[in-house]
């Protein structure tokens, strides 16, 4: 209390020092270092004060979380020696989790996880109002015998059936351009199934329609050139795809930009590339935790691909509660790459292009083949091998005997001698169903042809 | 003796070893054996194990025959229940001779199948790979498991599988009469049925040292008559029947009165032994001392489910079933099926050796457990060299990686009703790819077709017979190619 208008000695330094402490306790709150990466990413506590990040469709109302939840790989659990089943109680919870925290928008098709993935979704989204999530599904007429007009349209109905709703939000045709033009009109065109879709988006049963894209660009920009409205576009989008797409695959950059140029709203699939963007060699890895070592590899990822303006939303198949959890930091809200950034993902592109990796994604569409090699499996243990350099080129090297022993025990240990690839014979029937284009054969045979070297020792002769 | 046990363990090791590594220093021993040693014609080995015997009695028979060992092993087993159960018995002279004449009768006329139901390092052999293989490869299962969690390559999981129903019957018939007799009778076998053992048998009766009973000494309680194996102990005579004493040293160590000696000694047995002798003699004598042999591990393994199931599902892959060879293919090496039959002695060792499935024991009569190949499992491997350098009768001649990629062992024949070419309508050149000898080729059926699907063709000349072909040939469960065995292997 002040008598005069002079501030006596005591209260002089009581001031003094509660201006310290409040200062203090303000700059430490302010601190530049507290980011929203710092601390790990792995727990939920921090994220009650983050908000999903959403982006608008300029075509409707929708306001869509950034993070979209991709059904394809869900939760598993084992229930024989051979056979595996979705884990329905995981999968609810992960659902909760994600509807708690912002996420709106579930990618799935009544392909995914042998045909459970629908139903699975529906029931995990039992106890929310229909009108608190978008979902999302495809037509994926990817057999021929399924072409017909009543095998699509059964494909078609059977989706709302399995989610349980009477009107979906995001309808897609599947896969688009693995093909080319040929397939791509049997299986619209000519059984009058793109005319039927778009009535059936003027009756409201449908309120987005739009395409997922693989493959022939011809198919691509026939699509945009036709004069129909599409809603959206799903593309594969992420650092290595942006210019260096492999395969059949096209440029990201091309597609995202044509997209744009249309004012087509573009979403994101394969934002992590089947995975191989979340963990990679030494060296990467120590280049993007030097910019933030608290941030997970995969975060990089993500972030490149919501960078994007004209991006609704980056689909991941978060399979695991960790992923998700870690997810949810990155978005919530997203912290776009800079410049830099983007310089430090290009050197790390050129890195991961240097391997002879095989671009597979593990989707599975491939399987089963009917000879019984677990391809995934064996372009797993290769990669994996390739990416912790357990890749032995010459006798001569150091750990020579290390390596060799290493990869040729671990190959047996993850694949069944029977289903390695010396047992492929080449009959193709995988080549048209990936996704990726992958020469499936090809690259058994390459894998092969190194696994005999390491065996007979033979590792410096060439061919 | 610690001696024994360091051979029998050595020579089980040999055995069970699937990766082969003890074999380069340690794989003599089983050229020590004496029917392999015949059977090869070792004539250094065998000149050796003569002079040996010559000089100190069938030491063989304790220390080398891994049989015998055996016996004693369940022999002193019983005797740490049943105490002094021996008596003297006299030697059953028809039956002993007429194996020993009957067995180099089958030597010399080729019957190799025939002996190595008698020999004993086959019968011992044949316990070891087909009981207690099993059980060595699931304890290294469970440590490869264990291996695999700690991300460590030091163990690796392998395949057990019952290579011959009826090599496994013989090991436990084997293993059970062995087991019966010597819990019974000590060493009855060695004494009346085992070839090896009368033979040894008639120059151990001619041995430098001996075993020679001091008469003023002895007192005739017949303890060391109880605890002799061999049944070859006459008290009453104060005699020992050298042909039948396996040198075990037991009689020695139970006489209280240092009545039983085992000197140098040209004289007949009974005569009294001068101060000098007895001096020296003591210090001959030496105390046993009993190792536990190998500690078997009886672990129950669990075979780690290696199928992962993928999201698309795993195609089920049937067994192939194994092809009816009109000659059966045997391994590279062995020269001619003359040769290999003429003196394999069926021990197993090449069978245990083979890391790609390949060698099991044949259930043919005519060669009854002798090994032959088949590819279901695997193929032969052009690097792969180790059943030529573990055969210890030169059934299986040493041969380098070299000479193996030249030397012809079978051809490989084409069934055209179960290619998958034809029964599927698919492009298949599995055979073709790896062929190390490059003797398959694909034409297309068609060949004004372009687009026609390629069949294999097979040059008979370049087969190798290795069975890559048929090991990696899709049509299951009948191979669509398949290795016929020839009757004299040659280099092409």
């Not at chain 1, 700059?27 to 921090?46: E, M, N, R, V, W």
Request: aromatic share 10%; proline share 4%; with cysteine.
């Amino acid at each position: 209390m002040r008598k005069n208008n002079t501030i006596n000695r005591k209260d002089f330094f009581k001031t003094l020092g509660s201006a310290t402490v409040a200062s203090l306790a303000t700059a430490y709150g302010c601190s530049p270092k507290k980011t929203q990466f710092s601390t790990a990413a792995i727990s939920l506590d921090d994220l009650s004060s983050m908000k999903m990040e959403y982006r608008q469709n300029p075509n409707s109302d929708d306001k869509v979380s950034l993070l979209g939840y991709g059904c394809m790989r869900l939760p598993t659990k084992k229930i024989s020696e051979t056979e595996r089943e979705i884990d329905q109680e995981t999968w609810n919870n992960l659902v909760d989790l994600s509807m708690e925290k912002g996420v709106n928008f579930f990618d799935t098709s009544p392909m995914y996880c042998r045909g459970k993935s629908e139903q699975a979704l529906a029931i995990a989204l039992e106890k929310y109002p229909r009108n608190r999530y978008f979902l999302s599904t495809k037509l994926s007429n990817f057999r021929p015998d399924t072409f017909s007009r009543e095998a699509s349209l059964s494909i078609y109905r059977d989706s709302f059936k399995a989610l349980r709703t009477d009107y979906i939000d995001y309808y897609f045709l599947h896969a688009v351009g693995l093909g080319g033009m040929k397939r791509f009109k049997a299986r619209y065109i000519d059984n009058g199934i793109m005319d039927f879709l778009q009535k059936e988006r003027e009756a409201g049963r449908i309120r987005n329609l739009g395409w997922s894209f693989h493959g022939d660009v011809k198919v691509f920009d026939y699509l945009l050139e036709t004069g129909i409205k599409w809603d959206f576009v799903l593309i594969q989008l992420n650092y290595i795809d942006w210019k260096h797409a492999s395969g059949i695959n096209i440029n990201a950059e091309y597609l995202y930009l044509e997209l744009t140029k249309r004012n087509i709203p573009v979403m994101v699939m394969e934002p992590l590339l089947g995975g191989r963007l979340a963990k990679m060699n030494y060296y990467s890895t120590r280049l993007l935790k030097q910019k933030e070592p608290e941030a997970s590899v995969a975060s990089w990822a993500f972030r490149y691909a919501g960078s994007l303006p004209n991006v609704l939303t980056v689909l991941s198949g978060m399979t695991y509660k960790e992923h998700l959890i870690d997810n949810l930091h990155t978005f919530s809200p997203l912290k776009p790459v800079s410049e830099d950034d983007i310089k430090m993902l290009e050197e790390i592109a050129g890195m991961i292009l240097d391997y002879p990796l095989i671009s597979c994604t593990e989707c599975r569409y491939c399987m089963p083949c009917p000879y019984g090699i677990d391809i995934p499996g064996v372009f797993a243990h290769y990669n994996k091998c390739i990416i912790e350099g357990i890749y032995p080129q010459k006798k001569e090297e150091n750990d020579y005997r290390k390596l060799r022993r290493a990869f040729l025990i671990g190959y047996d240990r993850s694949v069944p001698k029977l289903r390695q690839a010396n047992h492929c014979i080449g009959c193709g029937k995988c080549i048209e169903l990936c996704p990726q284009r992958i020469d499936i054969p090809g690259e058994m045979s390459r894998i092969d042809e190194y696994v005999e070297r390491l065996k007979t020792e033979a590792l410096n002769q060439t061919e | 003796m610690g001696l024994a046990v360091a051979s029998i363990t050595i020579l089980t090791l040999l055995f069970l070893d699937f990766s082969a590594t003890i074999h380069a220093c340690l794989g003599w021993m089983t050229r020590l054996q004496f029917i392999p040693a015949v059977l090869s014609f070792s004539v250094g080995i065998i000149i050796f194990l003569i002079v040996f015997t010559l000089l100190f009695g069938r030491v063989y028979c304790s220390v080398i025959c891994p049989l015998g060992i055996l016996q004693d092993f369940i022999s002193w087993f019983r005797a740490r229940v049943k105490k002094n159960r021996f008596s003297y018995s006299k030697p059953l002279i028809g039956l002993r001779y007429t194996m020993l004449v009957v067995t180099l009768a089958a030597i010399i006329f080729g019957l190799a199948s025939f002996v190595a139901f008698f020999d004993p390092y086959g019968a011992y052999g044949r316990i070891a790979s087909s009981l207690f293989a099993p059980v060595y490869q699931w304890g290294n299962n469970v440590l490869a498991y264990f291996s695999e969690r700690a991300g460590s390559y030091a163990f690796y999981n392998v395949d057990i599988w019952m290579k011959s129903v009826s090599a496994l019957l013989v090991a436990a018939g084997t293993l059970v009469v062995i087991a019966l007799l010597s819990w019974r009778n000590g060493r009855i076998y060695c004494n009346t049925i085992c070839p090896v053992g009368t033979l040894l048998g008639v120059l151990s009766r001619f041995s430098i040292f001996k075993l020679v009973i001091d008469v003023e000494k002895c007192i005739g309680c017949n303890l060391c008559v109880r605890n002799c194996k061999s049944s070859c102990i006459n008290i009453n005579e104060k005699k020992v029947d050298y042909s039948r004493c396996v040198m075990c040293m037991d009689c020695i160590e139970t006489c209280k009165f240092e009545a039983m000696r085992y000197v140098y000694s040209f004289k007949k047995a009974t005569q009294r032994l001068t101060e000098k002798e007895n001096a020296s003699s003591r210090e001959n004598t030496s105390r046993r001392v009993f190792l536990s042999s190998v500690g078997l591990l009886a672990v129950s393994g669990i075979l780690e489910a290696q199928e992962k199931v993928a999201e698309g599902g795993l195609a089920v892959i049937e067994d192939k079933k194994i092809p009816k060879r009109d000659t059966p293919v045997k391994p590279p090496g062995s020269q001619s099926l003359r040769n290999f039959s003429s003196h394999c002695t069926a021990c197993g060792l090449c069978v245990s050796i083979c890391p790609n499935q390949v060698l099991r024991p044949s259930s043919d009569l005519m060669h009854f457990l002798q090994p032959e190949m088949s590819y279901e499992k695997g193929y032969c491997r052009p690097e792969c060299i180790k059943c030529a350098a573990v055969c210890p009768t030169g059934a299986i001649h040493e041969i380098s990686a070299v000479e193996k990629s030249a030397l012809k062992i079978g051809t490989a024949v084409w069934i055209r009703e179960n290619c998958v070419v034809i029964t599927d309508g698919v492009n298949c050149n599995n055979c073709a790819r790896h062929c190390p000898a490059e003797a398959i080729q694909m034409l297309p059926i068609e060949p004004d077709n372009p687009k026609s699907k390629k069949i294999p063709v097979i040059d008979a000349e370049r087969c190798i017979g290795c069975g890559a072909c048929e090991n990696l040939c899709p049509a299951r469960p009948f191979s669509a190619v398949y290795v016929e065995g020839i009757e004299n292997h040659r280099a092409i």
